[in-house]
């Protein structure tokens, strides 16, 4: 079988890819989902004009000719009406967040004030009797408010469709008083272990059996991105339990991921059953590690079946089910970020038709330059390096970068 470029191995999958359903979530739940639609303020935010310090509300005509003493009049704090006006020779102590009272149209900061209470206690209607407030420095008009509407008006868009909600999305709709939002699923992701060789409980080795990772490792990359994990199982070499697994989680499932039995020379009991109720391609790719891929669809859900050596099935989830499953979430943004990097030591490699992509730790100076090292050892078996590595550098087919050349790298995590 003759080699695919990556590009076409990627256009074959995203061809194939349903977009997930939309669905109303609480914002609580709505951190890192895709917006749907399009949300408008309905009133303008802030509200009303407000306080941005502690301190005392005036009339800034009044302090022009700072310093000067003003008689206390009320008391505003956050969440009253503030409806004690302010009177030429008189200003009102006021609490950051609070309405600005009428009269006043500037905020003196409290540090920029002395306070003379005369012996007298606050009256309990919220009036200060005989309190005198002198104040230390002029302010001009507007100065420490926050007008009605300075950060949104009504009808400003506050997300449109297709946006990756954060933190502070989400504290935004919240101002505006949405409790929902209307957003893609949240993908959920089934993965599968199969082969009489694998062990996965810790028990002791028999002669000819591994260790079962790639499970667990898959399990923690979705995570990781943001996906909703199902663990399908470590599955024996029994085509009717293998079948049954992949039936029920292309059941439960918007995607599942499986690891081993895609090379050519592979005679395996799940491309078995993959080859019987899915619909695949087996691919052999120009890169390495991760030559060997699998895609196709069980009733309709996306299966990609990865190489099973596990840092070739970390590196395709990566190239391939995470930009994937990313895509059928409604993200724009699919792939990892890519930085053009420092090769700290010579990347030597021979010409062989294939893209490399070397396991490296990044770095990045003060000059905010990135750096590459390698990782470790670059077998496909060698998963210490790939557990130290921050990035992927990208070597075209080729001899390879020299030490001070540049090098293209996908950062992860």
Known sequence: MPLIPLEDAWSHIADRLPRLPVQAVPLADALGLVTAEAVVAPEPVPPFDNTAVDGFAVRAADVATAPVTLEVVGTVAA??????????????????????????????????????????????????RNESVTIGRSVGPGQNIRPTGDDLAAGDPVVGPGIELTAGHLGLLAT???SEVAVHRRPRVGVISTGDELVGDGSPLAPGQIRDSNRLTLIALCRQSGFDTVDLGLIRDDEAAIEAALRAGSGDCDAILSSGGVSMGDFDYVKSVLERIGDMRWMQIAIRPAKPLAFGLIDGVPVFGLPGNPVS???????????????????????????????????VRRSDGKVHFARVVVDQDEDNSFHVASAGGQ??????????????????????????????VILLG
Do not use: K, Y
């Not at 967040?97 to 009269?103: D, I, N, Q, R």
């Open 176 to 178: 505006v008083g949405r």
């Open 379 to 408: 077998g496909s078996h060698q998963l210490s390096a790939m557990a130290t590595a921050n990035g992927l550098a990208v070597l075209p087919d080729g001899d390879g970068v020299r030490q001070g050349g540049g090098v293209d």
């Open 79 to 128: 969440g009253s009406p503030g409806d004690v006006e302010v009177r030429p020779g008189t200003a009102v102590r006021i609490m950051t967040g609070a309405p600005v009272p009428p009269g006043a149209d500037a905020i003196v900061m409290v540090e920029h004030t002395t306070i003379d209470a005369g012996g007298a206690e606050p009256a309990g209607d919220g009036e200060d």
């Open 313 to 347: 099935s970390m590196v395709s989830f990566e190239l391939f089910a995470r930009p994937g499953i990313r895509a059928m979430a409604g993200h724009a943004d699919l792939q990892r970020r890519r930085v053009r990097a420092i090769a700290d030591q010579d990347f």
